[in-house]
T-cell receptor, first 114, second 115 residues
Framework: AQSVTQPDIHITVSEGASLELRCNYSYGATPYLFWYVQSPGQGLQLLLKYFSGDTLVQGIKGFEAEFKRSQSSFNLRKPSVHWSDAAEYFCAVGVREYGNKLVFGAGTILRVKS | KAGVTQTPRYLIKTRGQQVTLSCSPISGHRSVSWYQQTPGQGLQFLFEYFSETQRNKGNFPGRFSGRQFSNSRSEMNVSTLELGDSALYLC??????????????FGPGTRLTVL
């Protein structure tokens, strides 16, 4: 069965510091990988996605992620965090079986210290 | 292009009642998926509709059902509400084609509270 693991439930970083959020997936076929961000009481906004090709993908708001097949990982990074980045971040794998569905990790709550 | 819209944004119901939530996808999108988000279980896939047919279903009891109309708008219904059904219900739309995976775009959600 497909699964996504985000080992860090909470992360606190100082404003201006770098950020890395970890994500590991388990999926037997070619993975379609996503990072979403959710602000309190809001829906999910797509930050970036990996379908194929270059394993380093760029997203919105200065985020990037690197796909490492050998480690089954898709970690999210940002070189300098802004206070407005405080939110919950979800990693997801897209599963194609009789349609499309997303399997999400448990999420990582990011707190930014000023 | 307008995004995914969900109505209502907030609902309060009591146990045993039923509820209907509505989702209007992005224009041109033919697939609508529903997800339940709770603090304990996280984000879980409910079902997907494509061209008025349920194409995929998650592991939820039969009290959860849905349908899709010819204009791709979708509704989900929860009957005999339980306290545990309190959640944020998210709708996502996509083009829905089978040639490759289709990116999903999410609406703001409907917050359902069951008392």
């Amino acid at each position: 069965a497909q699964s996504v693991t985000q080992p860090d439930i909470h992360i606190t970083v100082s404003e201006g510091a770098s950020l890395e959020l970890r994500c590991n997936y388990s999926y037997g076929a070619t993975p379609y990988l996503f990072w979403y961000v959710q602000s309190p009481g809001q829906g999910l906004q797509l930050l970036l996605k990996y379908f194929s090709g270059d394993t380093l993908v760029q997203g919105i708001k200065g985020f990037e992620a690197e796909f490492k097949r050998s480690q089954s990982s898709f970690n999210l990074r940002k070189p300098s965090v802004h206070w407005s980045d405080a939110a919950e971040y979800f990693c997801a794998v897209g599963v194609r079986e009789y349609g499309n569905k997303l399997v999400f990790g448990a999420g990582t709550i990011l707190r930014v210290k000023s | 292009k307008a995004g995914v819209t969900q109505t209502p944004r907030y609902l309060i119901k009591t146990r045993g009642q039923q509820v209907t939530l509505s989702c209007s996808p992005i224009s041109g999108h033919r697939s609508v998926s529903w997800y339940q988000q709770t603090p304990g279980q996280g984000l879980q896939f409910l079902f997907e509709y494509f061209s008025e047919t349920q194409r995929n279903k998650g592991n939820f009891p039969g009290r959860f059902s849905g349908r899709q109309f010819s204009n791709s708008r979708s509704e989900m219904n929860v009957s005999t509400l339980e306290l545990g059904d309190s959640a944020l219900y998210l709708c996502a739309s996509s083009l829905g084609g089978q040639a490759s995976y289709n990116e999903q775009f999410f609406g703001p959600g409907t917050r359902l509270t069951v008392l």
